[in-house]
């Protein structure tokens, strides 16, 4: 590996859509020193268009020509998601390290086709769940492993739009799947992250349904991923929700809560009544009466925090911390969801190289009231004395002192 | 049926435990004109210090002597799950109008004959299902049903604290289960008014665990009840949640979002040293640091409107909102729902009387572009264009518009 | 003074208005026992609609004869401001308790009046300030007077809205004033319960402008009111809020800290696309987007509590916590704030029969570090390290240790 | 001016207490491209420490050899209010651009004095208020010049916390005054900002008093500022505030409401029971139960984005939005406010050179009803009738249609 300490990453981006954009935004702001130096699309006209938008020196509708250009050390992947592995195999074959939107693979195949070629053209492959990197979610992260909250033993993700923006999204065969495969990916990356990477995930139910836009893929999906160590990590999507982005984290662990609210309801309220401005909300459905718009969108959805770890991961020659092995990891789950959405039953999880530690089922401890009884709950009752319910160990029997 | 027109309702209180005492303290508020006048405990010393403490002339060690009494009307159960079948027998033996604490029964067993008993007597069978009552609740429900959010979907209802107070709630063979019966109960109903009571639960996914307390049912679960319109009625419970009680609703609708949020987050907020003052909250899990009351507890959890609309019917001859046939049917979903648990997969929900509509399998509607296209998303882009994704109904491409 | 115990009380409202009708709402909710017997209003057939509507035996335009009518035993007062003073002298003369609406009198001279024709006829005089009857309120007080948040140094109450309902408040010589007046009254005795009524309010600071209402009272006003004890009691009140009704109250203690959401932030919140149904907010000013209701309007404001210990007061021979007195009180500071509205300075707050405590200038009292030092401030740092700020008691110079 | 297109700036931070550090934590984030080269503080061994933490190359306490430094572009003052002026002057002398902290000065003389320095040497005075740059406040500030809420008629400021961390701040002679120059200054700027910078502010009111800690400045203000077209700028601080760090905004418009929390409720709630874990908040007065934490505090308060657009302001040769002429302004208004906080009346605010527009008293606009009347308020009744309030442009008198 080139050592990349004291320079700047040149950086090609292909893609010129929707998501192409907001990587864009993010990394022109803020005086960061990392360029982007080249944009591929599969139109000339609009990697011209995207070009002069972000002041780019280099664009191409070529896109080996562009991975391969000597100004770029590192791809970033905003293509439809059938499009993934094509580019991930051409940068391995350039050794351009790459960073990936996601989903990583249309399904588990494809993403470990992916791991492989970049750990065999020993480059970085950075896995791009900008969800894993907001600000909220580093600091959760944080808490949670210094303790604060106990052991995990449930955590939910929730992310609900009207639908994506992209056409490609919707067509089953580009996207490889619907609301699940799209949204459901970030949702089990975060709960996975809560419960901790080194804990596997062995079994997964889901329920998904088609109701309400004419597709084949589902637009609405719930589901439950049990863990090795019994947690659960539960997902919600839907494609069909009403009233802008809802994005949210809950974490129960036994010492504590923590409650996560990324878009909707971050502190920023605003009422108007439409007769005057030119108000255009982002993702909203609508714009008058109350509206609850987000301070920096790109900020709060991590990519600022996203590209640094990577970037500083590069300059580090280590990984990211969301890197193709989570990518592939989140892909395996997800197959197995949707098998599950058919057989109507739980189904394991097949990861062919766990990294994780194998813990093997542990033994349940329960707390000690005294020698002979276990406590099952201690409460301090209005009037100031303290009542406990306990179980007698031997004979189970459940006591009031 | 004796008319109750113009005169106050005498009432009997089975039980003098924690929600015997909520029950009495709703019904003592506001001036209202219905009376206790008569209580039982099993023990003469509970019976004698509740009569007193509420100023009730009657009491007693006798359950049956107590319903029988000339002056009760009307008897409430507030006693362990396990006794609720021999009180509502007595009642209706008795021709004593009846309203019984959820869950109804330990199973849908027990459920069905009490609903056959009060039929069979001809008298009112209330089912005390407050959180069907909440003052947010009757107002979303209302909305809901004048069609302000469209067709609804998806629901979820969830609640959480540490674990109940009383013993006998851990003891499974009274209570007749775990968390999934003592709160579940209460979550599988909300989702059932709002989805539409004459839409019939077909099936049932439910995951349990026990995973913090001694004990031998769920302390943990989380669920999915599918309709037969399709709509997923979801429930979260928990006995181990930490920061006080969680009862949080939500619902999509085609047009809409409503999201109810009961105890922690009601627009009361404070924040103390803990260094003066006596402040004692109740079922929060500390005493200083932020708190977050709720200003009238026992009218925000429902009691004020449930027993209203529970006297209003027995006025009036006709059957209150929540009453037995509700309660059976629930307790035939949480039997499927323990099926579920241990068979891990999705069981149907076996209901002997269904009273609702019988729907079918409804074709789906989708929207229409043109002729030959059906919309699948409409948007109004920053730039002011509207962008339209469509599918064409014979080839099933997707195209931008 | 007859004793009501065991019996209804029999009620007379005059008004058939916007506040008539909340009222008459409140009192026939959850089966009261209290009943309306009569109404009056300055038009025969508005009484009669009213009657009809509340199933009122009885309907009257002749104010005197409703007032003197057998059937009634307590007068309430649902009249513009005008007309206060006239209807209460009635009520002292025909010897039957009254409650007033909110303000008292148009101003301390009126209100004066009032309280000593009530005085003299040894009735109940009840002021209806429902806002100080709120279950947050309530349990806020009640927190304060235990000592939670330690002593209090500032409070805040705001209340604003689009304008009122009926025709007579835009009209000064009818209301007496604007804003301030309307929903200062209101703003003004909160934070004189939460500072402590027996401290003397002594002077007051306001500005108050007509920025958007062509009308001659001020449309918004924001004031400070000075307390003996140095506490600091601050209204912001507005005609001209766009948004909904605005309803929050801060405390600031030594100790620690209250934030009460009345009306647009109570856990309620929905979304409607406005395509289907027929929702009508109340007070809202749009019936589409996010839409934050309120579950029982009516107990919220705090009707429900007022109006039973209006009644309890009446039974029990006593004074409601919130009767004639506090509400000279009130009128006397609105006095003294309309004063410096114009002179633009402090002015003294004349109250003439003042029943509080004289506390006096109150000596200061300093935390003390040691012997030769006070504690200014003391904090944990991030290194765990306590670090303290204090002064020399001697030289006042300031250190850290 | 040297032309700083396509190269970094070289920093040089003067001061190396909490300030200087939370500015260094936010120039060394997210792979800035600028550099800190210097620092200087009062003693070598705080330099050298601070060096060694952030990684600069050069440290100093000799401020004006720092100052004078070659590899030093811009100068960041992070020194008490007393040592402002000098650091300036010399930075002045020196030609280097300087950045700094709030307030400017400690009264408007210094100001005036700091703000013609750097005008006659030609070089960027950047005034270092951070919350005029938070994402949040920024969006808001266009969406207001967008006209989204019509015209502003009030906004409020409230910054509250237990006070501040550094010695110097209690020291009147060294800070200048209390918590009104403190936090005051960020409060004015931000309402100054939202009515409008080219709008005269022409007095103001001010209340202050030292409730808690044993110092001579005031640790509580309310105070409102009254601008040239009508509008008030309303602010509230305190060193008292029990509950952690209070930041809130709140603007009122003829169209439209905006309502900002930047520290305590911004999507991000946890709960601990404090038994696990090494959970230290900052600002936070506790470390179990409810807390309440930022995600990214330093890009929340607006370190990034003001950092941003002053080295932006230097390539491009122009002013920052936040320069020595906005500190300035709101030093004046500080000066007005003391006089007020003793003179109990409102003070006239004395700007010596008003660079702004100059609008003179402002005819109001009524809104037309009919040629003979204004429309006082429009609304829908629940019966879907609409009700307007007029008033008789001759008579004055109102009616209802």
Redesign the interface.
Known sequence: MTNYKYR?MKLAILGSGFIGRFYADSLV??????EITMVYSRTEVNAEKFAKDYNIPNFSSDMIACIEHDDVDVVIIALSNDMHLEAVLACAKAGKHVLCTKPLGRNAKEALQMLQAVEDANIVGGYLEDLCY???F???LA?IQ?????EV??T?SRE?H??P?S??F??KEKSGGGVLLDLGCHCIEISRNFIGKNCKPVEV?C?G????????AED?A?G?V?YEN?A?G?F?V?W?????MDLRDEV???????????FL?????????G??????A?KA??N?????????EA??LGY??M??DM??AIEKQSQPSENFYDGYVVNAIMDAAYLSMHS???EPINIEQWRGEMEGVRE?K??DYDENH????E??L?N?IK?S?I?NKKT?????R
Chains 1, 2, 3, 4 share one sequence.
């Open positions: 700047n702001a803020q005086r960061r020193k990392d907001t600000p909220k580093l600091k959760s808490s210094a303790g604060n909250i106990g033993i449930w939910k609900a009207p639908g923006h056409d490609w919707w067509n139910m329920w349904d088609t109701r309400v836009h004419p597709i084949e609405n719930v439950l049990k019994g659960i539960q919600e839907s069909t929700f009403r009233g802008g129960m662990g036994t010492e504590g809560t923590i409650w996560l609210n990324n309801r971050t502190g920023f309220e605003m009422f108007t009544s007769k005057t401005g030119t108000y255009v982002e459905e609508h008058s009466g109350w509206l609850f718009p987000v301070g920096d900020h709060e600022s925090h590209f640094t970037f500083d109507k039953q739980w349940k329960w707390q276990y406590l099952i709950k409460e301090i209005p100031g009542k319910i179980k189970g029997s459940i006591e009031k």
